[in-house]
């Protein structure tokens, strides 16, 4: 079936640095959602791309579905960031309008 | 504020019982979704609903059934519970299929 593989599964970054989350698709997608899962459980949205390239903040998003993966770059990473990202693919095909998740990242900044 | 709800926000049931959890949205979306996610883990399809009276079944629709009476309500019902049906139970709603979709705060439900 579809397979959504995110990596790293964790990362540790000081305060104040940057690094980047990868997620490759086996198969095309029509669209990559990045949440980040905060203590609470809670699933925030944090970029919906169908093509290119979103940035909001410190965060910026790219999807390049002929390559298919998609990126989600953290720049001046703050203590706040700290949760479990997770990219999610959108099927492009009959079985339905579903999102598969990758494994999750968790990240951890410290001070 | 447009977002999706689910009640209750926990749960403990004993095996066998029979479980009703529920999602609302305020966004008038016609998609909406029944999702689980386990410890460590990604979340999982169980059930898709494409409007009233519509509903396909996700990846993993064993021990579930689902009903939409409402466009803006969707609930997931567990007949007769079973231990490994404990877990994070996520609804989400979208304005079309393959559209962003937003989720709700979740349901822990514990199966004893």
């Known amino acids: 079936g579809d397979q959504v593989e995110q990596s790293p599964s964790a990362l540790s970054l000081h305060e104040g640095t940057s690094s980047a989350l990868r997620c490759n698709f086996t198969?095309?997608?029509?669209?990559v959602q990045w949440f980040r899962q905060n203590s609470r459980g809670s699933l925030i949205n944090l970029f919906y791309?169908?093509?290119g390239t979103k940035e909001n903040g410190r965060l910026k998003s790219a999807f390049d579905s002929k390559e298919l993966y998609s990126t989600l770059h953290i720049r001046d990473a703050q203590l706040e960031d700290s949760g479990t990202y997770f990219c999610a693919a959108a099927s492009n095909n009959n079985a339905g309008a579903k999102l598969t998740f990758g494994g999750g990242t968790r990240l951890t900044v410290r001070p | 504020d447009m977002k999706v709800t689910q009640m209750p926000r926990y749960l403990i049931k004993r095996m066998g019982e029979n479980v009703l959890l529920e999602c609302g949205q305020d966004?008038?979306?016609?998609?909406m979704y029944w999702y689980r996610q386990d410890p460590g883990l990604g979340l999982q399809l169980i059930y898709i609903s494409y409007d009233v009276d519509s509903n396909s079944e996700g990846d993993i629709p064993k021990g579930y059934r689902v009903s939409r009476k409402k466009r803006e309500h969707f609930s997931l019902i567990l007949d007769s519970a079973k231990t490994n049906q404990t877990s994070v139970y996520f609804c989400a709603s979208s304005g079309q299929i393959y559209a962003e979709q937003f989720f709700g705060p979740g349901t822990r439900l514990t199966v004893l």
């Open positions: 198969t095309t997608t029509r669209s």
């Open positions: 966004m008038s979306h016609e998609t």
């Open positions: 791309l169908a093509s």
